[in-house]
């Protein structure tokens, strides 16, 4: 884990959220930043009907999702550079029912080009957390702007 870094914390987390509200699929979920330090981030998601499966609980999709952005803002904030998931896993080890999602990821080790992230997910039912996914990724420096050439 990289050195800690004195940061003004408010400072910070409005960063985090100009970031999060920069991505148009990030506001469509309706993702809430709601707490961000270097290496550290909680992010979270109401869990409305449109973003349940058939049988009533998250979309795995939706649950991915949380999990991924998790571990990049974990990843970029560690390396204070711009960058990329590079890969990820997720394991599900329970249905994600409840009011709420919240990912909570950490960064496990960063080096100049990359950073291994670990992130939980847990469902909120009746105020009470359950974990729900479990979830670790490679986040890479970003090399440069992104062009059309990379599609």
Excluded: W
Excluded at 67 to 95: C, H, Q, W
């Amino acid at each position: 884990m990289a050195e800690p870094v004195n940061v003004d914390s408010a400072a910070f987390l409005a960063m985090g959220r100009e970031a999060l509200a920069s991505q148009p699929f990030s506001r469509l979920l309706g993702a809430e930043l709601s707490a961000l330090e270097p290496g550290r981030v909680e992010l979270q998601l109401a869990l409305t009907d449109q973003l349940k499966q058939q049988m009533g609980f998250a979309h795995g999709g939706v649950v991915s999702y949380l999990a991924d952005n998790a571990l990049t803002f974990a990843g970029g904030t560690a390396m204070r550079v711009p960058v990329v998931t590079s890969e990820y896993k997720i394991n599900y080890v329970r249905p994600a029912v409840g009011e709420r999602l919240i990912a909570r990821a950490r960064a496990v080790h960063v080096s100049k080009s990359q950073a291994v992230c670990q992130c939980e997910v847990f469902a909120v039912v009746g105020g009470r957390e359950k974990l729900c996914a479990i979830a670790q990724g490679t986040i890479a420096k970003l090399g440069g702007a992104p062009s059309a050439d990379a599609a």
